[in-house]
C-alpha cells in the first residue's frame, strides 16, 4: 500500500515571500500520479497542481510548481509571491496510474495548514 | 467549481436516525468516490464506485453503505448513527478512463449527539 507524509503540520510565510511545503511518499509503483490540494475554510477540495511520475520535467502552473524527485520519493510544492488567498490546508495526493485490483482512489497525506502574514 | 454537490452541508442528528448524505455530479464520470474528513484534517477513503451497479468499500473501515442506481449520483447511508459518525464527508468523481484527478464537493459536516 502507498503512502504519503506531510512532515509540516503548519506553515507560516509573510505575503509576497515564497513557501516551500514538503511531501514524501512510498510505493512500490513505478508509474503514477501525485498532486498538491487546496482545501480553503469553505472546505472544497481544489486541485492546485498534478506530475505524472514519467514525466521529469517538473510541473508548473502560475505561482505553483513542484520539485518531484522520483529516486527520492519527494514531490514538493513552492508558492512563489504568496497571497492572502493562499491560506488553506494542502494535501499531498498519490494515485495509482492503473485502476483495479484492490482500493481506488487517492491517498492522501495529513495536510499543512498554510497561513499568509499580510 | 466543479459541477459535484453534496447535500445538506451540516447535519446535526440524535443517536440511533438513519440518514442519507447526497452526492450528484453532472460531469457524466464513472467514477466516484466517498472519503471521511476526521477533526485532524486527514482523509480516509471509505467508499468507491467504479459506474452503474458497482460499489466497493476502502481503506478505512465505515459503517456506512452506498448505492449507485445512476451515474451521476452516489448517496451514502448510515442506518443508526453513532457519536462516533461525527466527522467531515466528502464525496469525488473522475473520469474512468483518464485516471487522473478528482474533483471534489464541498462536504458535509455530520455531527452526530
Known amino acids: 500500500a502507498q503512502t504519503v507524509t506531510q512532515s509540516q503540520p503548519e506553515m507560516s510565510v509573510q505575503e509576497a515571500e515564497t513557501v516551500t511545503l514538503s511531501c514524501t511518499y512510498d510505493?512500490?509503483?513505478?508509474?503514477?500520479?501525485l498532486f498538491w490540494y487546496k482545501q480553503p475554510p469553505s472546505r472544497q477540495m481544489i486541485l492546485v497542481i498534478r506530475?505524472?511520475?514519467?514525466?521529469?520535467q517538473n510541473a508548473t502552473e502560475n505561482r505553483f510548481s513542484v520539485n518531484f524527485q522520483k529516486a527520492a520519493k519527494s514531490f514538493s510544492l513552492k508558492i512563489s509571491d504568496s497571497q492572502l488567498g493562499d491560506a488553506a490546508m494542502y494535501f499531498c495526493?498519490?494515485?495509482?496510474?492503473?485502476?483495479?485490483?484492490?482500493?481506488?482512489?487517492?491517498?492522501f497525506g495529513k495536510g499543512t495548514h498554510l497561513i499568509i502574514q499580510p | 467549481e466543479a459541477d459535484i454537490y453534496q447535500t445538506p452541508r451540516y447535519l446535526v442528528i440524535g443517536t440511533g436516525k438513519k440518514i442519507t448524505l447526497e452526492c450528484s455530479q453532472t460531469?457524466?464520470?464513472?467514477?466516484m468516490y466517498w472519503y471521511q474528513q476526521d477533526p485532524g484534517m486527514e482523509l480516509h477513503l471509505i467508499h468507491y464506485?467504479?459506474?452503474?451497479?458497482?460499489?466497493e468499500k476502502g481503506d478505512l473501515s465505515s459503517e456506512s453503505t452506498v448505492s449507485r442506481i445512476r451515474t451521476e449520483h452516489f448517496p451514502l447511508t448510515l442506518e443508526s448513527a453513532r457519536p462516533s459518525h461525527t466527522s467531515q464527508y466528502l464525496c469525488?468523481?473522475?473520469?474512468?478512463?483518464?485516471?487522473?484527478?478528482?474533483?471534489f464537493g464541498q462536504g458535509t459536516r455530520l455531527t452526530v449527539v
Open positions: 469525488a468523481s473522475s473520469e474512468r478512463q483518464d485516471n487522473t484527478e478528482a474533483f
Open positions: 510505493t512500490s509503483e513505478s508509474d503514477y500520479y
Open positions: 506530475q505524472e511520475a514519467y514525466k521529469q
Open positions: 495526493a498519490y494515485r495509482s496510474l492503473y485502476s483495479g485490483g484492490g482500493a481506488d482512489g487517492l491517498t
Open positions: 460531469m457524466g464520470h464513472d467514477k
Open positions: 464506485s467504479y459506474g452503474v451497479n458497482s460499489t
